[in-house]
């Protein structure tokens, strides 16, 4: 089997398993989700725009930070602004010029710890996480697919030729004896 065969194989391996672990961790999100969904409560917050760091990159737009009050304590989340049905950046302009003049957001949260909030309520937020599970499933599927390919039609296709010294007698592996 040749490097660069063993190479793709290895990368795809990997992948695979990279995404069977994070497809796993998105089950466990949407079933954690569900059982909050189960309780959850709604208020609401004060959203503003997401604090942009020197390293941002363009999604920090689309991002937004809140805080809420529930029994006379403030609590803090942070997610996709409200509304963001269009990831265009004309459609992430509007929103955010409809949430600077109206910052009020619909805070969903669980009643036995309102640490654990959303701006997307959570039987939805579960949904969504199944599908990011789903998909990187059949990735990581696909990639093992790839693995077995490589594996299988990726052998040393060059042909085994035998090197001989001066005066030593040769073993070719397709005759049975050695030769003079």
Known sequence: MGARSRSVGGSAFLLSLLAFVY?????YLAR???????????TTGQASLHHRRKDSDIFDSFRCDYTFMVNDRFYTGNGMCPGQADHSVKGAVENLAGLLQNPKVTVYYDPA???TNSMMEFGAKSSYDN????????????????VGVVYVFGGNKAPQEVAADSGESVVDPDKTGPES
């Open 131 to 146: 599908g990011k599970a789903n998909l990187s499933i059949l990735v990581g599927v696909i990639s093992l697919i790839v």
């Open 113 to 115: 710890d309102p640490t």
């Open 23 to 27: 497809g796993g961790l998105c089950i």
């Open 32 to 42: 954690h989700d569900l059982t909050v969904a189960k309780n959850e409560v709604t």
